[in-house]
């Protein structure tokens, strides 16, 4: 009876407790809400800086397993995007600022360098040659989105006949909400989601800003959750966004080395059209939009490499890499671009398709060591192994991508038909001459017989050898 009352008590305990905590919860985000729509009008969250506006492309270190900035074989550092001086192009390779020179200067230096100098004398490449500019530090206004978070749940398939893949993923994306820091105090230590009446406030809201370019989407495969939470260390107001599910992706297939091909899935996020950066001039401050990712993206993407059900493919390796690429109306979109490079298992092919070929047409060829007089023999052996192999093309055709191109594989299969073939040729040619001439019809016989498979194997080798 006593136990039966202490279990009672303790299951009476948690509901009240979970009810307690749940009402908490509400009115944080009661006023929360109450407090951002008694804003006078609603602010754009934008942050404020004043620097050079140069910003460097950058590369994933598989030794320190972080992102470094790109540079060239010297060393010297590559741009991504030049908000302030249009002679910065992107791809542009800077080599001295202030007489600095940067192949020496480590990641941090040259940040420290762009955000620190009022002015500058900046030395880069056009076209092989060294040309100068001064460049002075301007305010401009600034959103960064912070790509949290990437996990490749798994990818689903891969389509490659039809040139698309499908993942099963999940995001965290967020940014520094600065026209809320003083209402995001009410939040604590919880979280609040975005709603309609805060929508009627009009307070900008990305909902779709960073768009994963997919070509299929089903909504009932897909989840987006955006909240609002806040970080006392450091007194920001952050919103998240948090999305995932299936996604179909189109990509561009390389066939030619099939099938000892390698493959790059693409997974690939912009800007959306109302997030483009802005004109940058002296009279009109405009504002960019910048995917920031983090170091646990491609960790993930690592751990997935590692960790993976694929038996077609091995991911060989991955990459992530942002740049600023022009949109149809001429205007700057930030992208970011996860990479991973896969590889097609190919004993598959080699037990399948490879040997076979090779031992139906080691049948046709070993006709050669026939006696030349006896047709008939050489003939029936010939003519049984060229249909054979006719035959076996069918079994197999539907591995085989159909395409207006010689593949490795077809190019393997086309040779081997042709020296499947030349037994039969050289039968019927050398059966006129072997009454006149038993003795050079023998000769003619092994001189095809041994650089006819000569040819063959160097044939071979120069399909395979690039590719293998």
């Given at each position: 009876m006593f136990q039966k009352r202490v279990i009672i008590f303790?299951?009476?305990?948690?509901?009240?407790?979970?009810?307690?905590?749940?009402?908490?919860?509400?009115?944080?985000?009661?006023?929360?809400?109450?407090?951002?729509?008694?804003?006078?009008?609603?602010?754009?969250?934008?942050?404020?800086?004043?620097?050079?506006?140069?910003?460097?492309?950058?590369?994933?270190?598989?030794?320190?397993?972080k992102k470094i900035i790109n540079r060239n074989k010297n060393k010297f550092p590559i741009i991504k995007f030049s908000l302030l001086e249009d002679?910065?192009?992107?791809?542009?390779?800077?080599?001295?600022?202030?007489?600095?020179?940067?192949?020496?200067?480590?990641?941090?230096?040259?940040?420290?360098?762009?955000?620190?100098?009022?002015?500058?004398?900046?030395?880069?490449?056009?076209?092989?040659?060294?040309?100068?500019?001064?460049?002075?530090?301007?305010?401009?206004?600034?959103?960064?989105?912070?790509?949290?978070?990437?996990?490749?749940?798994?990818?689903?398939?891969?389509?490659?006949?039809?040139?698309?893949?499908?993942?099963?993923?999940?995001?965290?994306?967020?940014?520094?909400?600065?026209?809320?820091?003083?209402?995001?105090?009410?939040?604590?230590?919880?979280?609040?989601?975005?709603?309609?009446?805060?929508?009627?406030?009009?307070?900008?809201?990305p909902d779709d800003g960073i768009i994963l370019n997919q070509f299929e989407i089903d909504k009932d495969k897909t989840y987006n959750e955006t909240f609002f939470n806040y970080s006392d260390k450091n007194d920001i107001t952050w919103l998240k966004n948090e999305r995932g599910g299936i996604a179909k992706i189109r990509s561009r297939f390389d066939f030619s080395k099939f099938?000892?091909?390698?493959?790059?899935?693409?997974?690939?996020?912009?800007?959306?059209?109302?997030?483009?950066?802005?004109?940058?001039?002296?009279?009109?401050?405009?504002?960019?939009?910048?995917?920031?990712?983090?170091?646990?993206?491609?960790?993930?993407?690592?751990?997935?490499?590692?960790?993976?059900?694929?038996?077609?493919?091995?991911?060989?390796?991955?990459?992530?890499?942002?740049?600023?690429?022009?949109?149809?109306?001429?205007?700057?979109?930030?992208?970011?671009?996860?990479?991973?490079?896969?590889?097609?298992?190919?004993?598959?092919?080699?037990a399948k398709i490879i040997i076979p070929v090779l031992l139906i047409l080691s049948v046709a060829w070993y006709v050669l060591w026939i006696p030349t007089d006896d047709v008939e023999s050489r003939l029936t052996t010939s003519i049984v192994a060229l249909l054979s192999l006719i035959a076996y093309n069918f079994v197999f055709q539907d591995d085989i991508p159909k395409l207006d191109i010689l593949t490795s594989l077809d190019q393997f299969i086309l040779l081997s038909y042709i020296f499947c073939a030349i037994p039969i040729f050289t039968t019927i040619r050398l059966s006129r001459t072997i009454e006149k001439n038993k003795k050079r019809s023998s000769y003619l016989n092994q001189l095809i017989r041994r650089w006819g498979l000569a040819i063959y194997v160097f044939g071979n080798f120069t399909i395979f050898y690039p590719v293998v």
């Open positions: 303790f299951f009476g305990f948690l509901f009240l407790q979970n009810q307690f905590f749940s009402v908490a919860i509400a009115d944080t985000c009661k006023n929360f809400y109450k407090a951002v729509t008694e804003q006078a009008e609603p602010i754009y969250p934008l942050e404020e800086v004043i620097d050079l506006g140069i910003y460097f492309s950058y590369v994933w270190d598989e030794t320190e397993q002679k910065l192009t992107p791809g542009t390779v800077i080599k001295t600022i202030n007489d600095k020179n940067l192949s020496k200067e480590d990641d941090d230096s040259l940040q420290k360098l762009v955000e620190n100098s009022k002015s500058a004398e900046i030395e880069f490449y056009d076209e092989n040659k060294i040309n100068k500019i001064k460049l002075s530090s301007k305010k401009y206004n600034a959103i960064y989105f912070f790509f949290d978070n990437f996990v490749l749940n798994s990818i689903n398939e891969i389509v490659a006949k039809e040139g698309f893949f499908e993942i099963d993923y999940t995001t965290s994306l967020k940014y520094k909400r600065t026209d809320l820091k003083k209402e995001g105090r009410h939040l604590l230590h919880d979280t609040c989601p975005y709603n309609e009446d805060l929508e009627k406030k009009l307070l900008f809201y099938p000892f091909d390698t493959q790059v899935l693409n997974i690939t996020y912009r800007a959306a059209g109302d997030l483009i950066s802005g004109v940058f001039k002296d009279e009109d401050r405009g504002t960019l939009f910048l995917i920031t990712p983090s170091d646990d993206l491609v960790k993930n993407l690592n751990f997935y490499r590692e960790n993976n059900y694929l038996q077609e493919w091995k991911v060989v390796r991955t990459q992530a890499n942002s740049e600023f690429k022009k949109n149809r109306n001429n205007e700057f979109v930030d992208t970011l671009t996860l990479a991973l490079e896969i590889e097609r298992n190919k004993l598959y092919y080699f």
